[in-house]
């Protein structure tokens, strides 16, 4: 009945219908990639698979695009050109799910699912490539590096991806949820993941004996200080109806009980949507670290560093109405509340000047998600999806977007 309906939405016979005969082989690459993940800037041997992948389907490949990014295009003729992106970066996570096929690499996991991705993308090139009669246009199949520290698409569009392959029309993606059942999208119009600011924070002071604090300054009092001062900028600067978090995750000081130090590092992720929400955040850490400093007669400013930062992910509501629209006779369609949680996706979007969407994937076995139990969240040692419903609809979801957004013939 699933491709009944398929068939019968897309207008595309056979298409579809032919995931059976490939999934054992998608299935089999999904298990490898698990197996044996890479870290964000060391994905060599995943970019090497995905490049071997796209030649034998007939497209053109280029690799090493801002490190291990890989990219092939297929042109069939006149019409819209369509970006599909995945990303291939695993997480420094040690897995303990127990699955027969877990990561053979310590401390290294797939556990946000970009094996999954990874597998689907190759899965959709599969049958597009052999359904050539059935649209017109052009694929572009971008294989992005180290999004788990958002830093690929940058460095993929610095390297001049747009140079190098047509530009798109339109750029989709998807990402698994650990939060909607497998057998399910999950649709969000307008800002679907949150700008993304790491701030790297040195708080100076002058250290000495413990017994004697009237000799010193004290920069882990400072840091104190300024981490309850650092509240105040989304509880009492911010718009309540505008999402914003500042989160402290690390702090970092002195080496002895009765040694107070020369200095105290702290290192913070910065959430928003709205540019100009996150301007202000940003300040506003500035200007408090630097006001607790001065109060304190600290010797000098702190230091402030942003080493990673990433644009929202925005969802161009006229895309995502039309894609929800292609989809919904093929899938159950459940609209998702945006998230705080952050991506690169976005970037080709921005940087090509074009609509963009990302679709949510469920990846949680049905039964383990109507049980109302906790459930392992992405990026948790325990998370591992429903694989074959995942698997299938990931190839479906991508394969009926592509399909939606290319020239009929």
């Not at 940087?351 to 469920?362: C, D, E, F, T």
Request: aromatic fraction near 4%.
């Amino acid at each position: 009945m699933l491709i009944l309906a398929l068939i019968l939405s897309v207008g595309a016979p056979d298409v579809l219908g032919r995931i059976d005969s490939i999934y054992p082989d998608l299935d089999a690459l999904y298990r490898d990639l698990h197996q044996h993940p890479e870290l964000s800037l060391h994905e060599e041997k995943t970019a090497a698979k995905m490049a071997e992948r796209l030649r034998n389907l007939g497209f053109e490949v280029q690799t090493g695009i801002g490190g291990n990014g890989v990219v092939g295009v297929l042109r069939n003729g006149q019409g819209p050109t369509v970006l599909l992106r995945t990303d291939m970066d695993a997480l420094p996570v040690e897995e303990k799910t127990g699955v027969p096929y877990s990561s053979q690499v310590p401390g290294t996991a797939h556990a946000c699912g970009h094996d999954l991705h990874m597998a689907s993308w190759v899965g959709a090139a599969t049958l597009l490539s052999q359904a050539k009669d059935r649209w017109r246009g052009t694929l572009v199949l971008v294989g992005q590096p180290a999004e788990e520290i958002v830093k690929g698409a940058k460095a993929m569009i610095a390297d001049g991806l747009f140079k190098k392959v047509p530009k798109p029309d339109f750029a989709v993606a998807i990402h698994d949820d650990a939060t909607l059942a497998s057998g399910k999208v999950g649709i969000v119009s307008g800002y679907a993941l949150a700008n993304v600011d790491t701030v790297e924070m040195t708080i100076y002071g002058k250290g000495g004996h413990g017994a004697y604090p009237h000799k010193t300054i004290d920069p882990v009092v400072i840091a104190a200080r300024t981490v309850l001062s650092l509240q105040t900028i989304v509880s009492r600067e911010n718009n309540p109806l505008d999402p914003a978090v500042v989160t402290v995750g690390s702090i970092h000081g002195g080496t002895k009980s009765n040694i107070i130090p020369d200095e105290v590092k702290l290192q913070m992720t910065v959430r928003s949507y709205k540019p100009e929400v996150r301007k202000r955040m940003l300040e506003a850490i500035a200007r408090i670290a630097k006001a607790e400093s001065a109060a304190a007669n600290a010797p000098k400013e702190p230091l402030i560093n942003i080493p990673e930062s990433s644009n929202a992910t925005y969802n161009d509501p006229k895309l995502i109405e039309r894609l929800a629209r292609a989809l919904a006779p093929v899938v159950p369609v459940e609209e998702k509340q945006p998230v705080m949680g952050a991506e690169d996706f976005g970037e080709f979007g921005i940087a090509a000047g074009v609509p963009s969407a990302m679709l949510w994937v469920g990846a949680v076995e049905p039964a383990k998600f109507a049980s109302g139990a906790p459930l392992p969240s992405l990026h948790s040692s325990q998370f591992a999806p429903d694989r074959e419903r995942t698997l299938r609809m990931g190839v479906t979801t991508l394969v009926v977007s592509a399909l939606e957004l290319l020239g009929k013939p």
